[in-house]
């Protein structure tokens, strides 16, 4: 389980900018929950995403995994759990270095690299089975540059690389935003079917409507720091995309948009 309680998060403290976006925020994140999260520009989706993996740090509240308190754990400890894939392919992977190699890298995550070879050749036949799962040929193309590769084929690596630990969280931060709509099919489809065999407690911030009604457990709105709308379960799979559009404008009227 994941548990954010009572955060609260200011940005630019103390100058004429200051905004007070999370004002005693809580969420609980049940083992198993795959939740969609959408919400307008500076809803504070992202800015959740990054306090529950460490890249920023709240200025007070607790952040619980597993009952354990980890608010004060650095971002590369916090990732030994979480693996995280980001709306641009190229954060999640290494461009000047091969897919062998990024294979590699992403296989020793959280390990004491030594003066040794980054890359086991014994552990080479393993990484082809987890490419050719993809269904993208990169199985045969483990020397090209990944540099080379398609937005969506990095994507793809992406994605395979932050579930190649033992993880217990995946973080989807619009993951395919900036993908054509049939690679962003793909990708959903990929992270679905990832998602349910590893078994991964998931939270993914979309501003896809069609892909937050039609996947996962959880759906949730974010709207100035607060969650508008948290449905589950039953309720969850009673909404359409129709449901999430109406809520939309009436919070966009509310705003004078």
Same mark, same amino acid.
């Given at each position: 389980?994941?548990?954010?309680?009572?955060?609260? #998060?200011?940005?630019?403290?103390?100058?004429?900018?200051?905004?007070?976006?999370?004002?005693?925020?809580?969420?609980?994140?049940? #083992?198993?929950?795959?939740?969609?999260?959408?919400?307008?520009?500076?809803?504070?989706?992202?800015?959740?995403?990054? %306090? %529950?993996?460490?890249?920023?740090?709240?200025?007070?509240?607790?952040?619980?995994?597993?009952?354990?308190?980890?608010?004060?754990?650095?971002?590369? #400890?916090?990732?030994?759990?979480?693996?995280?894939?980001?709306?641009?392919?190229? $954060?999640?992977?290494?461009?000047?270095?091969?897919?062998?190699?990024? $294979?590699?890298?992403?296989?020793?995550?959280?390990?004491?690299?030594?003066?040794?070879?980054?890359?086991?050749?014994?552990?080479?036949?393993?990484?082809?089975?987890?490419?050719?799962?993809?269904?993208?040929?990169?199985?045969?193309?483990?020397?090209?540059?990944?540099?080379?590769?398609?937005?969506?084929?990095?994507?793809?690596?992406?994605?395979? $690389?932050?579930?190649?630990?033992?993880?217990?969280?995946? %973080?989807?931060?619009?993951?395919?935003?900036?993908?054509?709509? /049939?690679?962003?099919?793909?990708?959903?489809?990929?992270?679905?079917? %990832?998602?349910?065999?590893?078994?991964?407690?998931?939270?993914?911030?979309?501003?896809?409507?069609?892909?937050?009604?039609?996947?996962?457990?959880?759906?949730?709105? $974010?709207?100035?720091?607060?969650?508008?709308?948290?449905?589950?379960?039953?309720? /969850?799979?009673?909404?359409?995309?129709?449901?999430?559009? #109406?809520?939309?404008?009436?919070?966009?009227?509310?705003?004078?948009?």
């Amino acid at each position: 389980m994941l548990e954010l309680k009572d955060i609260h #998060k200011i940005y630019n403290p103390g100058t004429v900018n200051e905004m007070c976006l999370f004002d005693h925020f809580n969420l609980k994140v049940d #083992k198993g929950d795959f939740i969609s999260v959408v919400g307008s520009n500076g809803s504070g989706k992202t800015s959740m995403l990054n %306090i %529950i993996c460490g890249s920023i740090a709240a200025q007070s509240g607790q952040i619980l995994m597993d009952g354990k308190d980890i608010t004060k754990d650095k971002e590369h #400890k916090r990732n030994e759990k979480i693996g995280r894939v980001y709306q641009n392919p190229s $954060m999640g992977t290494c461009p000047s270095m091969t897919i062998l190699e990024n $294979m590699s890298l992403a296989d020793n995550k959280g390990r004491f690299f030594g003066l040794g070879k980054g890359t086991d050749k014994r552990r080479v036949g393993y990484y082809r089975e987890q490419l050719r799962q993809l269904d993208l040929g990169l199985e045969d193309r483990m020397d090209t540059k990944v540099g080379a590769l398609s937005g969506g084929q990095r994507q793809a690596m992406a994605l395979l $690389m932050s579930t190649m630990t033992p993880i217990e969280f995946l %973080i989807l931060d619009e993951h395919t935003a900036a993908l054509d709509p /049939k690679t962003a099919e793909m990708i959903m489809e990929l992270t679905d079917k %990832i998602v349910k065999e590893k078994e991964l407690t998931t939270i993914m911030v979309t501003h896809n409507l069609r892909y937050a009604v039609e996947y996962g457990n959880r759906l949730l709105m $974010m709207h100035q720091g607060e969650a508008v709308l948290d449905k589950k379960g039953k309720e /969850k799979e009673e909404m359409c995309v129709e449901d999430v559009l #109406k809520l939309f404008n009436e919070i966009s009227i509310e705003c004078g948009n």
